[in-house]
Antibody, heavy 118, light 107 residues
Framework: QVQLQESGPGLVKPSETLSLTCTVSGYSISSGYYWGWIRQPPGKGLEWIGSIYHSGSAYYNPSLKSRVTISVDTSNNQFSLKLSSVIAADTAVYYC???????????WGRGTLVTVSS | EIVMTQSPATLSVSPGERPTLSCRASQSVSSNLAWYQQKPGQAPRLLIYGASTRATGIPARFSGSGSGTEFTLTISSLQSEDFAIYYCQQYINWPRTFGQGTKVEIK
């Protein structure tokens, strides 16, 4: 069974960098598929942040592209998100997920709430 | 960017009824459309992909239809566990975009 688990600080100060890691079990990232990050501000809808292939090829949401970096660590079966210069509007539950052929998302992590506040 | 618009925002339904949720794309997405269900405090769950193909383990009471710009998700007989928010998502273009959601609540 494929499982994903997000980890990282739950509180980040404004202007700093948000860093999260997604650990995948039950499937080798090197075997294929795209791996993505999606976020959901409290009480709001879903926003796709970006997706990455095991080779490192990545796609980003243009609305966040200047601040986002997604990377993959196949040796530890993990992929990571960095979002720089965060503001209060970046407060959200951040989900990692698997995306067959970078299409839809079939397996999701439970999500982690990141609050941006001083 | 393709804008996905869902209607209605809220649907009040009694158990056993047959709700129909709508999703409209600002331009054609062919059949590159997925539906998700999200319950409070949980991650979204994939219900439908390819506009009409049920994901693994999804009950047959969930069905999707449509192509191009107009899509529907129908629940043939609403069960108590189906009260949730439902989102559509297109995957023909970057960036991937979601609708704003339809909340199915108890009438």
């Amino acid at each position: 069974q494929v499982q994903l688990q997000e980890s990282g600080p739950g509180l980040v100060k404004p202007s700093e960098t948000l860093s999260l890691t997604c650990t995948v079990s039950g499937y080798s990232i090197s075997s294929g598929y795209y791996w993505g990050w999606i976020r959901q501000p409290p009480g709001k809808g879903l926003e796709w942040i970006g997706s990455i292939y095991h080779s490192g090829s990545a796609y980003y949401n243009p609305s966040l592209k200047s601040r986002v970096t997604i990377s993959v660590d196949t040796s530890n079966n993990q992929f990571s998100l960095k979002l720089s210069s965060v503001i209060a509007a970046d407060t959200a539950v951040y989900y990692c997920a698997r995306a067959p052929a970078a299409y839809y998302f079939d397996y999701w992590g439970r999500g982690t709430l990141v609050t941006v506040s001083s | 960017e393709i804008v996905m618009t869902q209607s209605p925002a809220t649907l009040s339904v009694s158990p056993g009824e047959r709700p129909t949720l709508s999703c409209r794309a600002s331009q054609s997405v062919s059949s590159n459309l997925a539906w998700y269900q999200q319950k409070p405090g949980q991650a979204p769950r994939l219900l439908i992909y390819g506009a009409s193909t049920r994901a693994t383990g999804i009950p047959a009471r969930f069905s999707g239809s449509g192509s191009g710009t107009e899509f529907t998700l129908t629940i043939s007989s609403l069960q108590s566990e189906d009260f949730a928010i439902y989102y559509c998502q297109q995957y023909i273009n970057w960036p991937r975009t979601f609708g704003q959601g339809t909340k199915v609540e108890i009438k």
